[in-house]
């Protein structure tokens, strides 16, 4: 199967960091699944992201606080059978990182045998840096996430723009330098203002990935399954979608109820 791109060498975290360098813009959606991986991998995908935002879209969940490291290491495991060229991220979840390095630590080798991955992403800035340093050390690779913190949305009790405040943008500017001093090889960047982007993506050497946070990151990340429109319920203004999924997968299985009420399927043909 033809791809996006006519490299089809293994994407490292160098690599994304060399895509930054020379400009290239880096590709990355969520996948949770064999099937799913499979697809985006042989699409050409630099980036996969085994997100906890499974949560939401395939268990249901209000939040991504639910979801358990043995979730994760299930939909990390499944992803990285279908995935042979990308570079497999999947997300630390809630609690598996919370200011005790040694455990988070545990968990994180824990996360990194079971799945096969190639990194890890962790939510927080400076409040998880001891946690962040102990994993790299330990020769972990890890994705930072700044902004718009899922697994801390209780805490801001709304899923509205960050960092509009001076304050807020400054310490997010502090976090992001910490995080690349430390050692994470990337971050994400959520809901954040452009021109903040913009700011934070100068200043770094590391590549920024962006979500609902303007064209300046050096790459861009969605919800598979939000970008494919099987998902309808959902419609942030950052969001493009370039198929109706949900449309097309309902017209399929109509067309299959009405074959299968009108004994049309199974025909003589598809019969032994």
Do not use: W
Not at 26 to 38: K, N, Q, R, V
């Amino acid at each position: 199967m033809s791809t996006y791109t006519e490299d089809n060498r293994k994407v490292t975290t160098r690599r994304l960091i060399e895509m930054k360098q020379r400009g290239e813009k880096i590709s990355m959606l969520t996948a949770y699944d064999y099937s799913m991986a499979s697809i985006l991998d042989q699409a050409g995908l630099d980036v996969i992201l085994v997100g906890d935002s499974a949560s939401n879209v395939m268990v249901g969940n209000i939040t991504t606080l639910p979801m358990t490291i043995d979730q994760m290491i299930y939909h990390g495991r499944s992803v990285m059978n279908g995935a042979k060229r990308a570079l497999v991220i999947v997300d630390m979840p809630f609690g598996t990182v919370s200011g005790n390095p040694l455990k988070s630590l545990e968990y994180a080798i824990r996360m990194m045998k079971e799945t096969g991955a190639d990194a890890l992403k962790i939510e927080g800035g400076e409040e998880v840096i001891p946690d962040i340093k102990k994993i790299i050390d330990a020769g972990i690779p890890v994705m930072g996430h700044l902004g718009l913190m899922p697994q801390s949305i209780n805490k801001y009790g709304t899923y509205n723009v960050r960092a509009k405040d001076n304050a807020e943008a400054d310490k997010l500017i502090k976090d992001a330098l910490l995080l690349q001093e430390v050692g994470c090889f990337g971050m994400v960047l959520e809901k954040i203002p452009a021109e903040l982007t913009k700011t934070v993506s100068s200043q770094l050497t590391i590549p920024t990935i962006g979500i609902g946070a303007g064209p300046y990151a050096d790459g861009q990340v969605l919800v598979v399954h939000d970008m494919l429109g099987i998902n309808k319920n959902f419609s942030p203004k950052f969001l493009r979608r370039y198929a109706d999924l949900h449309t097309v997968m309902t017209e399929a299985v109509q067309g299959y109820i009405k074959d299968v009420k009108s004994t049309d399927f199974p025909n003589d043909n598809e019969s032994y």
